[in-house]
């Protein structure tokens, strides 16, 4: 990561040896697209680390080295650590997807931090920040969801179909395109996509997504169990958009006549509207049914009897208390939007005096002063 500007580089490694060979390779491109020399680098005592020295006292770089077991000194980096950890797999699980995928949603989520505004450099993106270039947020796509790549180049015979349906796995770093996985495990690079960010196909049977052929190191051995994909129990019907290719509509039949058949991905069909001649009335008591009523488009429909409730239960409708349905409402907020709007407003005032004095009481701090060379953290 850059002291200077936050912009970050992310390298997947299979083994803690290549660390030498990224780190070259991180010189020679940063120096090269920046126009400026790499100075001084700081990193831990990890071994992995130590190896850099011949190279930087070769080409006069300052290694600079944190005290043994003390992390805080290296706090910057250890906690950009945890933001790429914690937004990959909260990439991971909103779109349902095993921790196989974790370099696919780490490397998604490492674009997206560095196209996204931080409070520590003025509010500006890293990558504005360094290369002086204002990030297209347009191009973002949900991570996992279902999309429709134009595979009509990667086609040999004409009559294979135009599109399927794929697995989103983030964007290409060579180039302006879209990473998308197939069914079969082969993985595309396509500018032209369709998506559906309402469905996430992995989860679906109709959709049996095999593991592709992944790039980024894993842990497995011949004795990893087999990837199992997960089914949800009741899967909801989801309609893409209009404009989503014809070829890819799915069939499955129910495997069981218990289990719930799985979603038909298909595009929008204008379904006939009639209004139904008899509108059967639902019995509001087991012992009192009412009778259906009938509807016509040219007579309004006959209201039921009312059943007589016998039950020593009181309800709002005993006790003659009605309250209407409110299907929208015009009401404002009048939450402050900044301090000054909670200072000026008697009642916001109020309740941070009652919370201030709330803390006064419970000794919940100690107002002291701040050590010298020490900046306070904002809450």
Known sequence: MDAYTKYTWLFLLHHKSQALTAFTRFKNFAETQTGHTLKAIQTDNAKEFLYFKNITHTLGIHHRLICPHTHEKNGTIERKHRHITEMGLTLLA?????????????????????????????????????????PDYTFFEMFGCACFPLLRPYHKNKLDFRSECCLFLGYSLHNKGYLCLSSNGKTYVSRHVIFNEQLFPYTLSEYNFTTPAITHPTN??????????????????VHPPHNLPTSDITHSPNTTPNTPSP?????????????????????????????????????????????????????????????????HTNIHSSIPTNVHEALS??????????????????KTWTLTSLPPGAKPVGC
């Open 220 to 237: 497995t051995t011949s004795n990893t169990p087999a990837l199992t994909i997960l089914q949800p129990s009741a899967p909801s019907r």
């Open 94 to 134: 909103a779109a349902t997807l095993p921790i196989q995928f974790w370099g696919e949603a780490f490397t998604t989520a490492m674009h997206i931090i560095n196209a996204l505004p931080s409070s520590v450099i003025s509010n500006i993106s890293p990558n504005e920040m360094l290369f002086k270039n204002k």
């Open 345 to 362: 407003s008697p009642p916001w005032l109020q309740a941070m005096h009652g919370e201030y004095n709330a803390l006064l009481r419970n």
């Open 263 to 327: 979603t038909i991905f298909q595009p929008h069909a204008p379904s006939p509207v009639h209004p139904p001649h008899t509108l059967p009335t639902f019995p509001l008591s087991p012992t009192h049914p009412s009778s259906p009523s009938t509807f016509s488009p040219t007579s309004p429909p006959t209201p039921a009897t009312n059943p007589i409730n016998n039950h020593p239960m009181v309800t709002r409708s005993k006790a003659g208390i009605f309250k209407p349905k409110l299907f």
